[in-house]
């Protein structure tokens, strides 16, 4: 069993930035690759970024390219989302989530452990 503590989200103004943080405990964190989603109020979660167990391959949804940067820490079992130029329409509760083994998914049914949520919210 994997347990995930993200940490990290807060109140921004439109052009800000923040990293958020996931923890993980319970396992060997080197062995799970691991995803961001998020959700907004009355939408259904979506995938945000990716990254593989070894932090050598990422992957993002094609509108935070270029704005956020998915990274981890394998001492540190921490996983990383950094977040540059927010805009209104990021403000959604955002997971993370893990899955044993190597390879990377968008689909949030392929993760089988998840943490309890942080919010984002970007003023205009």
């Known amino acids: 069993q994997v347990q995930l503590v993200e940490s990290g989200g807060g109140l921004v103004q439109a052009g800000a930035s923040l990293r958020l943080s996931c923890t993980a405990s319970?396992?060997?964190?080197?062995?799970?690759?691991m995803g961001w989603f998020r959700q907004a109020p009355g939408k259904e979660r979506e995938f945000v970024a990716a990254?593989?167990?070894?932090?050598?391959?990422?992957y993002a949804k094609d509108s935070v390219k270029g704005r956020f940067t998915i990274s981890r820490d394998n001492a540190k079992n921490t996983v990383y989302l950094q977040m540059n130029s927010l805009k209104p329409e990021d403000t959604a509760v955002y997971y993370c989530?893990?899955?044993?083994?190597?390879?990377?998914?968008?689909?949030?049914?392929?993760?089988?452990?998840w943490g309890q949520g942080t919010q984002v919210t970007v003023s205009s």
């Open positions: 989530a893990a899955r044993y083994g190597t390879s990377v998914y968008q689909n949030d049914y392929n993760y089988p452990y």
């Open positions: 319970g396992h060997t964190f080197s062995t799970y690759a």
């Open positions: 990254i593989d167990w070894s932090g050598s391959y990422t």
